[in-house]
């Protein structure tokens, strides 16, 4: 069995008004000096078996092209498991 | 400067149709053998300064309170630099 966690995020360039909003709650709500706040989206994926190349590769294809939108979003790959 | 991630996921025991609907979908798409996903959130905070002991604290609660909603969901704390 593997484990593959595959972050999704934002680009730098990209305007975040969820993290915006995010970083003005966290300092009203006491937490003071936070410079950014960026949110993106985790996907868990659990597969059967080992992780070849081959499903490695599809893996990395969908992730950015199902999971990602890669017009805005950037994600990174990584096999915990 | 201290850079914080919160990965914020459903508690094992909640269903998530988010997750269930990309395990369809990466099945459809050509990868075999996913037996699940879960769709997490990941806020990356940064913060000016040092993590002393009590803005860690503050993050600590508040990852629980704002970032997550304690009934249904878990988080992780991780400092990254």
Redesign the interface.
Known sequence: ?ARVVV?V?LKPEILDPQ?RA?QG??GR?????????????????????DLDAA?SA??EE?AG???SNPVIEDFTLTVVD
């Open positions: 069995m972050n995020m993290g995010v709650a966290l709500l006491g937490l003071t000096g936070v410079s950014d706040v960026r949110q993106g989206k985790q996907f868990v994926i659990d597969l059967e078996g499903r599809k893996l969908l092209e199902l999971l």
